[in-house]
Nanobody, 124 residues
Framework: QVQLVESGGGLVQAGDSLRLSCAAS????????MGWFRQAPGKEREFVAT????????YYADSVKDRFTISRDNAKNTVYLQMNSLKPEDTAVYYC?????????????????WGQGTQVTVSS
């Protein structure tokens, strides 16, 4: 069992930066690929970024590529999402999730564990 707790969300202006953190419980964190997803009001949950167990493989949604960076620190059981050049369309609840294999995935149904989410609001 893995528990995930996100933090770092908030209200910022367009062009600002935020760093989200996702702290995981359990000694198996380093075996799992991790992902970030987001859900805006009235929209489906969408993939943002994913990272393999070692951090050696990452993949991003086109909408955030070159602005967002996913990383992880297995010693701290934490995955991060650095978000730069934020836009109003980035406004959403951001969720981290763990997939029970070492690899990456963009498919929400492949993730077994989810955090409760953290709100990111970007004003224009």
């Amino acid at each position: 069992q893995v528990q995930l707790v996100e933090s770092g969300g908030g209200l910022v202006q367009a062009g600002d930066s935020l760093r989200l953190s996702c702290a995981a419980s359990g000694r198996t964190f380093s075996r799992y690929g991790m992902g970030w997803f987001r859900q805006a009001p009235g929209k489906e949950r969408e993939f943002v970024a994913t990272i393999s167990w070692s951090g050696g493989i990452t993949y991003y949604a086109d909408s955030v590529k070159d602005r967002f960076t996913i990383s992880r620190d297995n010693a701290k059981n934490t995955v991060y999402l650095q978000m730069n050049s934020l836009k109003p369309e980035d406004t959403a609840v951001y969720y981290c999730a763990a997939i029970t294999n070492p690899y990456i995935s963009i498919v929400p149904s492949e993730y077994a564990y989810w955090g409760q989410g953290t709100q990111v609001t970007v004003s224009s």
